[in-house]
């Protein structure tokens, strides 16, 4: 039970890394039309392939 | 025998001027002798494999032939699940993956006819491009001994790079088969996601993970794409689209196709010699009649910073029992990289989810409407020193990771093709590496451009002095 204490309370670096992602990300979605999905990926990926 | 590739094996055996009993020897013979310094597989089946090949070479005498890889001795990394052999994922518990659904990629291999002569050793959880391994011992670099052999695939780089296996099996989440292929010096591919089934391999990201060949050859990688790839109703992921004779197309000229090498990002904090390389591929390239071109490209911090928090996000969940029960068995630095992903919102995992479709259909948008592939570097540097990138403290150890896998990871966050291919040798004998990435589902031509490439060049016939 220690150690899921010590993943539920992250000491300062993880806080620091999450917020790093978390942020950057967050500052490139703010413009997201409504519309995109996660599954958009998967649609650009077949939407891209050569048609032979 | 074992400096051939795995296509002249191939065909060898076929004509039966050699058995596959006698391959599997061959190599079991390398592996006694070689991996008490690689340390490349985590299970070696020799008794298995000695009786398949005799069963495979009576089947042959009867005049059946089960397919193109009949009687060829191949290694898989140890998070593909085999019936029959325990599957560590590189952790120290022997059996910490099971599956109901056996690896879809090796069933299709042995379907064809290949032998396996066991699990390869791997970073533990796939988490890191060293191949340091606390528990399985750390892989060598077949060329030069206390260098990495790169991760997380390092078993596979290893025992193919030094003819323990004619090829192998490695997974790819942000460069783990490209970067043992650059620091082994052997063939890799990451093909499209989807394009090969990840269903009984173990996930470290189900959105960022590839499965792909391992090979001393581009022949051999395509030969291997083509037995492994294709829709499996055991994995939603993996598409419908059919894969197409590649190796038919393998010879193809590249007259007039257009290539593009990178302004920004890619080429930035990387050795004269990696840099070199490249510039020097893309030179034999463009004799051969390729066109290249400079073009700058849409933002690659953008797709790591995409791919990190999703990786770190699935890598925790699915990870999350050993790392809350067991983190005391976890290495310092898995263990600090699964614990960032735990502290990750819903909110900021499923933006990035929407962002990265944006990414890859701009990407693919910009660059492939203007070029049809592009060439980096694979790895910034040569294979460096493994006890100066492994030493503590952890912070520093991760942020070595990140540096090292730079050039590979936003290509897993686009999904598109990316063959990885030796590009020569530094002065002290030391693998560099080139990417040639494709548009999505076209991994014939990124193929054709590595075979192009591999013909032209003189390094082919090297083989590490293990």
Redesign the interface.
């Known amino acids: 039970m220690t150690?899921?204490r010590?993943?539920?309370n992250?000491p300062r670096?993880?806080?620091v890394?999450?917020a790093a992602?978390?942020g950057?990300?967050?500052r490139?979605?703010g413009d997201?039309?409504l519309a995109?999905?996660?599954?958009?990926?998967?649609?650009?990926?077949?939407?891209?392939?050569?048609r032979? | 025998m074992t400096d051939q590739t795995l296509t002249e094996l191939a065909a060898a055996i076929a004509a039966r001027k050699v058995s596959a009993l006698e391959a599997t020897e061959a190599c079991l013979a390398r592996v006694a002798k070689l991996d008490p310094r690689l340390r490349a597989f985590i299970t070696l089946d020799g008794d298995g494999a000695r009786a398949r090949a005799r069963a495979l070479d009576a089947e042959l005498a009867a005049g059946r032939r089960r397919g193109p890889l009949h009687g060829v001795p191949l290694a898989h990394k140890d998070l593909c699940h085999i019936p029959g052999l325990p599957t560590s994922c590189g952790t120290r518990t022997p059996e910490y993956f099971t599956s109901e659904v056996e690896c879809t990629a090796v069933a299709r291999l042995h379907a064809a006819g290949a032998i396996t002569l066991g699990k390869l050793n791997m970073t533990e959880l796939a988490l890191g491009p060293f191949g340091d391994n606390p528990h399985h011992g750390d892989v060598d670099n077949p060329w030069k001994t206390g260098h990495v052999s790169g991760g997380s695939s390092s078993g596979s780089g290893a025992a193919v790079a030094a003819g323990l296996a004619f090829g192998a099996l490695g997974s790819d989440t942000g460069g783990s088969i490209r970067l043992p292929a650059a620091c082994c010096g052997i063939v890799g591919l990451k093909p499209t996601y989807g394009r090969v089934s990840r269903a009984g391999a173990m996930a470290l990201s189900w959105s960022l993970d590839h499965l792909g060949p391992m090979t001393r050859s581009v022949r051999d990688a395509t030969l291997m794409l083509e037995v492994i790839a294709g829709h499996d109703p055991h994995d939603a992921t993996s598409s419908r689209r059919p894969v197409g004779a590649l190796s038919a197309r393998l010879d193809a000229p590249i007259r007039g196709l257009r290539l593009a090498l990178p302004e920004n990002y890619y080429f930035e904090g990387v050795t004269a010699e990696a840099r070199g390389a490249v510039e020097a591929a893309a030179r034999t390239l463009e004799s051969l009649g390729a066109r290249v071109e400079t073009l700058r490209l849409p933002d690659p911090a953008a797709l790591i910073d995409v791919a990190g928090l999703l990786a770190r996000a699935e890598s925790s969940t699915i990870h999350a029992r050993i790392a809350r029960e067991r983190a005391h068995e976890l290495g310092d630095a898995v263990r600090a990289r699964l614990e960032i992903g735990f502290h990750i919102s819903a909110h900021d995992y499923l933006q990035a989810g929407r962002l990265r479709a944006r990414l890859t259909r701009e990407f693919i948008d910009e660059v492939f409407g203007q070029v049809d592939a592009v060439l980096t570097p694979t790895i910034p540097e040569p294979p460096p020193v493994r006890a100066e990138v492994t030493a503590p403290p952890v912070d520093d150890i991760v942020r070595r990771m990140g540096r090292f896998s730079r050039l590979t990871r936003p290509f897993n966050t686009l999904g598109v093709p990316v063959l990885a291919v030796p590009a020569g040798f530094t002065r002290d004998g030391l693998p560099l590496g080139l990417s040639i990435a494709g548009r999505p589902f076209d991994e014939a031509t990124v193929l054709r451009l590595g075979h192009a490439w591999e013909q032209a060049g003189d390094w082919r016939a090297r083989r590490p002095l293990v």
């Not at chain 1, 999905?37 to 650009?44: I, L, M, R, T, Y």
Request: aromatic share 6%.
């Open positions: 150690e899921q010590a993943w539920q992250p670096h993880v806080q890394d999450v992602l978390a950057a990300v967050e490139m979605a997201l039309a995109e999905e996660p599954s958009g990926f998967a649609v650009a990926l077949e939407a891209g392939a050569p032979d």
